[in-house]
Nanobody, 126 residues
Framework: QVQLAESGGGLVQAGGSLRLSCTAS????????MGWFRQAPGKEREFITA????????YYVDSVKGRFIIASDNDKNTVYLQMNSLKPEDTAVYYC????WGRGLNWAQNPTFASWGQGTQVTVSS
């Protein structure tokens, strides 16, 4: 079973930046892509971005496009999320995950995953 470890969250003022990291370990079939979700208080977990392990292609939802950048270090099984121009509405617990089966990059179409990490809290103050 895959283990996911997110880090890098914190408290930042609106307009600021944070860089999240997530490393996958344990047993899993293959890495097609890795990506990020977030869950704001009182809301459902939402998919925000993913990156293809083979091509480096990326996908972003509209709410983060142009502000967030996803990157990967394949050798380290690690995905990063550079978050710029943060807004109070970005406040959430951020989770990463790994696509072992080739579901494409728009994980919103198939957001079911067997394992989740603890997530990392991002709080953006106004």
């Amino acid at each position: 079973q895959v283990q996911l470890a997110e880090s890098g969250g914190g408290l930042v003022q609106a307009g600021g930046s944070l860089r999240l990291s997530c490393t996958a370990s344990g047993r899993y079939f293959k890495t097609y892509s890795m990506g990020w979700f977030r869950q704001a208080p009182g809301k459902e977990r939402e998919f925000i971005t993913a990156i293809s392990w083979n091509s480096g292609n990326t996908y972003y939802v509209d709410s983060v496009k142009g502000r967030f950048i996803i990157a990967s270090d394949n050798d380290k099984n690690t995905v990063y999320l550079q978050m710029n121009s943060l807004k109070p509405e970005d406040t959430a617990v951020y989770y990463c995950n790994i696509d072992e089966w080739g579901r494409g990059l728009n994980w919103a179409q198939n957001p079911t995953f067997a394992s989740w990490g603890q997530g990392t809290q991002v709080t953006v103050s106004s």
